[in-house]
């Protein structure tokens, strides 16, 4: 930046903050620099000057006017204030003092680098002398920014800060039914009127549609002020006389540290008829001669699904060696017959003392009772026809051993023990899966709808099929919001705001149902509707469940580690294996990229078109325009300002207040 000339030792500022006024030697020149205050809210004003003290005996000299370049300044908007120029005490000096009004657009520390002033002085009284350049540079300054606070905010303040006052008129004052006329809000105080965001307004028996802003900016003494007059276009539907209700307009006084209200009074007009016919709001609002179709009542709330419980997904991959690992053991054969008679019955109850002790770890001879055994089984899962047929073949096999009965059958007793091995092993594997589904079904089950959430579908079914479509959208929202996992609630919010001629409502709603259940090709239907792309960028949704790749990968992932245990004695063998667990860690990471896509934690639909802002401040130069209904990604975050980011390229700022969030929870 280059820094224009000083004339009669006059300065231009640029941006700023706060720093006290050094003292400065009488007979030098003398520049410092100041900030007041150094901490404010933001959108408060900061006043920055700069303090030139020229003596007599060094202006009579000067050849040439100082020349003053300014820092520059980042994330803060600046605006000029009048010059002030003074004499000292004993008029043996000239003060210059030149401001700047500083706003700071969102909260933190903001610094600002020295100003520099250079003069040249000659070395001599004589004309051709040569000339001394002398260089002097302010302090750095610094101001922190802070959030206006929180308590007794009011719900609808828009981020105005200030000290406004309000009036609003209606021009023509007589118009007719269909004749367009223009209400103008008018707010005047102190502050910065460029920041201020346009208000809601609404008037029932007219079609309000927004126009123009115009700011001017004043300055009272070191003070910012001006006018900012916001515009609509009101349309009359009904005749008679009507009432524009006073507009109620909340800001943020820095002076006084709290909220107050700027109120405009009540505007009357007589509205006459006209040769257009007016129609029912409720017949205007709605967008198809026949009304879409709603869904039935949620029956049934749901929880998060499966895709949500990742600690269970990890967990049960986490588990696979080891139900795949039992499921490939063999128990081991009995010995064949051989031996004494008397050896053969001990060979079997030694058998069906290691099956049990590996499925329950139960020592057999510890449980010589009678129903001891049985009962010691039952509570180690094992079923009861099973634990009442151990304990019986280890009756026999006692019975057998101690009687030394020659004419038992040994390979009876040896199968019989074999038989009961793998009945044991199969309970065990069994109560596994029932563990891990019972457990699934208990994460991923529901619970019952909330008798108000019955009541405010039943209200938003009625006020659609009367036609109400705004009480219907209303209603179906609180349904929504009670079952933020029902597509059907949400399909049931697009229906009806679509129906009340709310674009960017009815795109959260069918958008929330494509990204609950990508399979249903409804909601694809209905979006092709709206003016906004809705399949492509960040709108655009693939007909793939998350929950597929997860199964696919959990379903890769045993089959690895089953391929790699049964090779486990051939490393060769086991490459194939690490294939399969590279593809199935690869759709796990697929399932939560999507799974997060679905989410849309960083997108946002448009509600109320506005230009892009290059940063974020109304006074900014505006770029392109998005239209209702479309969605946008969210760069970065700034009070009540957005980074988004449009299809084709286009990104700025934008309000905070003019969009919806689409995330879906």
Not at 266 to 292: E, F, K, N, W
Not at 350 to 366: C, K, M
Not at 435 to 443: E, I, K, M, P, R
């Amino acid at each position: 930046m280059s820094g224009p000339v000083l004339r009669s030792c006059g300065l231009v500022v640029a941006m700023a903050v706060a720093a006290p006024l050094v003292a400065q030697d009488p007979g030098r020149v003398g520049f410092s620099a100041r900030l007041e205050p150094d901490t404010i809210y933001v959108g408060q004003q900061a006043t920055y000057a700069l303090t030139v003290r020229i003596p007599s005996a060094v202006r009579q000299r000067l050849r040439r006017n100082p020349e003053f370049v300014p820092p520059e300044a980042r994330g803060m908007l600046a605006y000029e204030v009048p010059l002030t120029r003074t004499g000292d005490r004993e008029g043996a000096a000239e003060i210059h003092t030149f401001r700047r009004a500083l706003f700071v657009l969102s909260p933190g520390r903001y610094g600002i680098a020295p100003a520099r002033l250079t003069y040249a002085l000659p070395q001599s009284a004589s004309f051709f002398s040569r000339e001394e350049e002398q260089v002097l540079r302010s302090a750095g300054v610094s101001v922190v920014a802070i959030d206006p606070p929180t308590r007794g905010r009011p719900a609808d303040w828009l981020g105005a800060v200030g000290s406004w006052r309000a009036s609003a008129r209606v021009e023509p004052a007589d118009p007719r039914v269909g004749d367009p006329v223009v209400l103008t809000l008018r707010l005047e105080g102190e502050g910065n009127p460029t920041l201020l965001p346009r208000p809601t307004v609404q008037v029932p028996w007219a079609d309000v549609v927004a126009d123009d802003e115009q700011v001017t900016l004043e300055a009272v003494g070191q003070t910012l002020g001006g006018v900012k007059e916001f515009t609509w276009l009101l349309t009359p539907r009904e005749d008679g006389r009507q009432l524009v209700a006073s507009i109620e307009y909340p800001f943020f006084d820095p002076i006084a540290r709290g909220y107050a209200v700027a109120r405009a009074a009540p505007v009357p007009l007589q509205v006459r008829p006209g040769s257009i016919v007016a129609l029912p709001p409720r017949a205007r609002a709605s967008r198809d001669t026949l009304p879409l179709a709603l869904r039935g009542a949620p029956m049934r709330a749901e929880r998060p699904p499966l895709t949500d419980l990742w600690w269970l997904w990890l967990a049960v991959a986490a588990l696979a060696p080891l139900p795949l690992a039992w499921a490939s053991w063999r128990p081991r054969r009995t010995p064949r017959a051989g031996g004494p008679v008397s050896e053969r019955p001990k060979t079997a109850r030694a058998a069906l003392d290691a099956a049990i002790r590996a499925r329950t770890g139960l020592d057999v001879a510890a449980y010589t009772a009678p129903g001891t055994l049985a009962a010691a089984l039952r509570l180690e899962g094992v079923t009861e026809a099973t634990a009442d047929e151990a304990e019986a073949l280890r009756d026999a096999c006692d019975r057998a051993s101690f009687a030394n009965a020659a004419g038992w059958d040994s390979a009876d007793l040896r199968a019989g023990a074999a038989s009961l091995a793998r009945k044991i092993q199969a309970e065990a594997r069994a109560l596994l899966l029932l563990v891990v589904l019972g457990s699934l079904f208990a994460c991923a089950g529901s619970r019952s709808v909330s008798e108000d959430t019955l009541t405010a579908f039943t209200e938003g079914r009625t006020a659609y099929l009367g036609r109400d479509y705004a009480r219907a959208r209303e209603a179906f929202a609180a349904v929504a919001a009670a079952n933020p996992r029902d597509p059907a609630a949400w399909a049931n919010v697009g229906a009806a705001a679509w129906q009340a001629g709310d674009t960017a409502q009815a795109v959260v709603g069918w958008q929330r149902v494509m990204r609950l259940d990508p399979r249903d090709p409804e909601p694809r239907r209905l979006l092709t509707r709206v003016r906004a792309p809705q399949h492509r960028g960040a709108a655009r949704v693939w007909p793939l469940p998350p929950v597929w790749c997860a199964l696919a990968a959990l379903l890769l992932w045993w089959t690895a580690w089953l391929w790699a245990w049964r090779r486990r004695r051939a490393r060769l063998r086991v490459r194939p294996a690490m294939y399969v667990a590279a593809l199935a860690a690869l759709l796990a990471a697929g399932a939560v990229v999507l799974d997060a896509r679905l989410a849309a934690r960083d997108l946002v639909v448009v509600v109320q078109p506005t230009s892009l802002r290059a940063v974020p401040a109304l006074g900014a130069d505006p770029g392109a325009q998005p239209l209702a209904g479309e969605i946008a990604a969210v760069l970065e975050r700034r009070g009540v300002w957005l980074r988004i980011e449009l299809g084709g390229g286009r990104s700025g700022w934008y309000p905070a207040e003019r969009v919806i969030s689409l995330a879906r929870d």
